[in-house]
């Protein structure tokens, strides 16, 4: 089909019928369910985000360590005052398709989390935006109305994202072949690689290769077409 159609800005799966609908849904929420990278954003307010950007693209090409990347980013946003979260908060946009793609999984008797590396803050408030039943994420030490430059142990990275998809679908008894897992980096890659169906949204090379779909020219309504999903049956 790809030979077919060659430079054409559409994504293609092909895939059995069966099981294509998933029953737990796990995304990654920086550049997957909102446009940028939050930790990035936020060191623009410091004056560091072209330090932190640099760190993160390592970071998300599997060059260095996560919990590494992140303890060197967040220390720089060290004497940061607490008031740059919200003003940070106000830029957050949610991807195109991103609430439609949680809400109607979530319509349909999906359970939906929303896991991040980043800080809770963040994830909490994207979470009610887009409409996920919880979320997991970091947290960052504040002192005094500002960042101290510490992350609070222990850090959520690849392995945590991992267990919050394998546990949950151990909890709710949902089989790994009816999990959905999508993200864009490298601590993305072992969710993907473990889910039922995983997703790489427009991805960093290491989470394309872990993943059985991309997304690249279409919105994440597409993980919707992928699961038989019609558009009439798109919430909202």
Known sequence: MRQALPGAAVDLLAQPAAGRRKSLLVADMDCTIITTETLDELAARAGRKEDTAAITERAMRG????AEALKERVAMLEGLEQGALEET???VTLSHGAETLVRTMA?????????SGGLGFFTERVAAMAGFDETRSNRFEIAGGR???RVIEPILGPEA???ALTGLSAER?????LTLAIGDG???APMIRAAGLGVAYRGKPVAREAARARIEACGLTAALYMQGYRRHEFAG
Do not use: M, W
Not at 173 to 177: G, N, T, V, Y
């Open 161 to 163: 994202k991992l267990e």
């Open 186 to 188: 490298a601590n993305d």
């Open 107 to 115: 319509g349909n008797g999906a359970h939906t989390v929303l896991v």
């Open 147 to 149: 960042l101290t430059g």
């Open 63 to 66: 060059e260095i360590g996560f």
């Open 89 to 91: 908060l106000a830029q």
């Open 173 to 177: 008894q949902i089989p790994l072949a």
